[in-house]
């Protein structure tokens, strides 16, 4: 039977490593590169701190499949345990110095999220789950809000690297999903967005053609803190909080 805590406690000492990391590190000023052919960008800190959980996983869980954002996929990939890292998520916010970056990280068992984790590293707060554990922040269990004011409540938004500015169908769901509720916010950084909804602040997370990395292990969460997560056929948008404010974004897109 595997030891999903023993695994939690490694995953978010590495979450709350790479976040102090690159908090240091930012005093120092940052360089970062374009990132493929798109508007991503990548810096030495994503890879530094993807190598460094690299090696403490290999050292604890040799065993165990992992696949980083900036290595790829590194061991094991047919084991049935796959890590998957983003070791500095909201990169675009981390080169301008706005406060809002972090890591998100899962543990995978025969495809499924089992082990997850989002760290918001300048406030130092780690959001975490395991499969029939619950959540938590910091170690405190957290569960999702209630909306009983949906024309009061704040939402998360976000979409892939693949979406183009210029996408009719987002710029009508996004003005949409303004006209319907107290704020949509659109962090860059969907550590933060998990973490948010995990602690009752925020509603529910909408994401459209998102990398894998940023979504398995809010989904997680956000189950394990007794939320909803709806997905459509294609699996292209994931909506995930709080199932009144879950329905209500269905409602509000159509879908």
């Not at 709350?16 to 940052?30: K, N, P, S, T, W």
């Not at 998100?104 to 780690?126: F, K, Q, R």
């Not at 957290?142 to 939402?155: E, K, N, W």
């Not at 189950?223 to 329905?247: F, H, M, Q, T, Y």
């Amino acid at each position: 039977m595997t030891d999903y805590a023993a695994i939690h406690d490694l995953m978010t000492s590495l979450a709350r490593e790479a976040g102090d990391y690159a908090v240091a590190r930012l005093r120092e000023g940052i360089v970062s590169q374009q990132k493929g052919q798109g508007i991503d960008v990548v810096t030495e800190v994503d890879v530094v701190c993807e190598k460094r959980m690299i090696e403490r996983i290999r050292s604890q869980f040799p065993d165990h499949g992992i696949t980083g954002e900036e290595h790829g996929v590194v061991c094991n990939p047919d084991a049935s345990l796959q890590w998957l890292i983003d070791p500095l998520d909201g990169t675009n916010n981390y080169v301008l110095e706005m406060p809002m970056f972090g890591n998100c990280i899962t543990v995978l068992e025969d495809g499924e999220p089992v082990v997850a984790a989002v760290h918001d590293s300048v406030s130092i707060i780690t959001t975490s789950a395991y499969r029939g554990g619950g959540a938590w922040r910091n170690g405190i269990p957290t569960r999702v809000g209630s909306f009983p004011d949906l024309a009061r409540t704040t939402i998360s938004w976000t979409q892939g690297y693949v979406v183009t500015m210029d996408d009719p169908w987002v710029g009508r769901v996004v003005y949409d999903l303004q006209q319907s509720f107290k704020r949509v916010l659109g962090t860059w950084s969907p550590s933060i967005d998990w973490g948010l909804i995990a602690a009752g602040r925020v509603g529910a997370f909408a994401a459209w053609k998102n990398e894998l990395h940023d979504l398995l292990c809010g989904e997680l969460i956000v189950s394990e803190a007794g939320g909803e997560i709806w997905k459509n056929d294609s699996g292209d948008l994931v909506i995930a909080g709080a199932p009144e404010v879950v329905a209500k974004i269905r409602e509000v897109i159509g879908v």
